[in-house]
């Protein structure tokens, strides 16, 4: 991706070989050439008017520096690099706010879109009149500070027109700079004069500073530095950034159960469900858990949370039951794989238990009601995956129609199972693919063989519980499944395997467990209507993406959309 000074420097170029001139060497070549035979500094807007007389001739200018075409795209050029893919990590973890960038280009918000967040852009002052404020930008927000390619009058690189800057701007700086801690990454401080003033005329320090470059500082950072008591890191963005995302993830992984606690329980338990007696101990410690997630406040307490902060909320709650859930959920699924109808009693009731909620306080909220049933969903998944690898039909056949729970706006008692599906109790976009990612280090580090052993498992209890959601009426949405085919004829994989088992009809262990009512017709009914609404959404993610025509194996369809 070119510097704003190269870009210029090409079109100074371009406009030269138009007059058949020559232009000087060196760096500064073109920008002199420029000065001595126009008698006036180069701008963008001047530039593109002298090379376009259309607007969007002048776009396909720009357009061509900064995206990237087939050739490009291929080899990975000009796509987000590990920096924008560690402060998207960071911003969609809460950690970061703000990002103000001086290039033209789109890689920040492209990095923040492929994480899944929609952040707020600005281009050019008029539009931070009625921006929502900073501490309210749940997703981020990105200020170009030096404008946008897609936006030509907005660009700014002269020092002119980098002398100073509108006044509404120098407002919004002066409030970050006093707020805010700062990442520096990629700035020299020599070229910018109006944010050097802006940073030297902030008279706080509330936060920390970290300024990032892999050479020495010029004397102007250093000054600045030293004015913010900040830390010199001798590292380029990418690999400052990165580490610090690691680090920060690291860190939050410490208010998660100690994992030496739980690979303690986990082989104790083993140890229990090996020997003659009763797993006594293990009884207690399932007991134990499924009492204090059921009490935990995050389920009793009143919802109240103010709108602007649901989303970010929404965040914390979830990511505080993944931590909460954990020794239940891997405790349930050593119990279900290696345990008998005795031992299943253990956790089984719990399943019910902790899917039955009470209304909050109000459809504006809901999202966050619905996140009390995480716990249910997670033991759920949990003791099915396990079941299913152990080929426990019986036990399967028993989570998926037996524990019951409300749908509170329907006011209708039905399958729990079909109400805890990832996608419409955590309100996530990728909802079960987090699921999928939160239980595989579990179960392939304690339970199952190997990574596909779990693959096998999750897919064929997943799409088992959507047959169960659909025979009640829900809507199937964004499914963590694998599917195979071509266009207009797209399958989950787990739908071949049931043909494969249902063939042996309805001596199966599945049906003469009851599963659907043990109603093999049923079963292949509904299974055809799962299997064509997955179609239908894998199509249209094949139309908008254009990215699966050319999958030659089963894929995630939920990781394109």
Not at 274 to 296: K, Q, Y
Request: glycine fraction near 6%; charge should be negative.
């Amino acid at each position: 991706m070119p510097s704003a000074w190269g870009v210029q420097c090409d079109l100074i170029r371009q406009i030269a070989s138009a007059e058949g001139a020559e232009i000087p060497d060196g760096d500064d070549g073109p920008y002199d050439w420029y000065v001595e035979r126009f008698k006036r500094e180069p701008s963008y807007d001047t530039l593109l008017a002298d090379l376009s007389g259309t607007t969007g001739g002048r776009q396909a200018l720009l357009r061509s520096y900064f995206e990237p075409d087939e050739t490009e795209r291929e080899q990975g050029i000009k796509q987000p690099a590990d920096a924008h893919r560690a402060l998207a990590r960071l911003v969609a973890d809460g950690h970061i706010r703000v990002i103000i960038t001086l290039n033209f280009d789109h890689l920040v918000e492209d990095a923040l879109r492929e994480a899944g967040l929609r952040p707020a852009i600005i281009r050019r002052p008029s539009e931070l009149t009625g921006m929502i404020p900073l501490h309210a930008q749940r997703q981020g927000v990105v200020i170009h500070l030096h404008g946008d390619y897609l936006d030509p009058d907005s660009m700014r690189n002269t020092p002119e027109e980098l002398k100073e800057y509108e006044q509404e701007v120098d407002r919004l700086l002066d409030q970050v700079f006093d707020e805010y801690g700062l990442i520096i990454a990629g700035w020299s401080a020599k070229y910018d004069p109006a944010l050097v003033n802006a940073l030297k005329r902030c008279p706080t320090r509330r936060f920390d500073t970290y300024w990032a470059d892999p050479y020495p500082l010029s004397d102007p950072a250093t000054e600045l530095l030293e004015q913010r008591q900040g830390t010199y890191v001798p590292a380029d963005a990418d690999r400052f950034l990165t580490r610090t995302a690691d680090a920060v993830t690291a860190l939050a992984e410490r208010n998660r159960a100690n994992p030496q606690n739980i690979a303690t329980a986990i082989a104790t338990a083993k140890r229990e469900l090996r020997s003659d007696g009763p797993a006594i101990n293990l009884h207690d410690t399932l007991r134990r858990e499924a009492a204090r997630l059921a009490d935990h406040p995050l389920r009793t307490a009143a919802v109240n949370v103010p709108q602007p902060d649901l989303e970010a909320e929404h965040e914390r709650r979830f990511t505080e039951w993944e931590a909460e859930t954990e020794t239940l959920a891997a405790l349930a699924a050593v119990t279900a794989y290696w345990g008998t109808d005795t031992t299943d009693r253990y956790w089984f009731a719990d399943v019910e238990r902790l899917a039955t909620i009470t209304w909050g306080t109000g459809p504006a909220q809901r999202a966050l009601n619905d996140l009390r049933r995480a716990p249910a969903t997670l033991l759920l998944h949990s003791a099915g995956i396990a079941a299913v690898a152990a080929e426990r039909w019986p036990l399967a056949a028993r989570l998926l129609t037996g524990p019951r729970a409300e749908d509170i706006m329907r006011r209708v008692d039905m399958p729990a199972a079909a109400l805890l599906g990832p996608a419409m109790v955590l309100g996530l976009h990728t909802s079960t693919a987090r699921v999928h990612g939160y239980l595989k280090p579990m179960f392939t580090g304690h339970v199952v063989a190997n990574e596909n052993a779990f693959t096998e498992a999750w897919e064929r209890f997943e799409y088992l519980r959507l047959l169960v959601q659909e025979d009640a009426g829900y809507y199937i949405s964004t499914p963590h499944l694998l599917v195979s085919g071509m266009r207009g004829d797209y399958r989950p994989l787990a739908s071949q395997w049931l043909d494969r088992e249902l063939a042996q009809g309805d001596q199966h262990p599945l049906l003469r467990a009851g599963f659907l009512g043990g109603d093999l017709e049923r079963i292949t009914t509904i299974q055809k209507t799962v299997d064509s609404r997955i179609a239908e959404w894998v199509d249209q993610i094949d139309r908008n993406t254009l990215r699966v025509i050319n999958r030659s194996g089963p894929f995630y369809p939920d990781e394109l959309s």
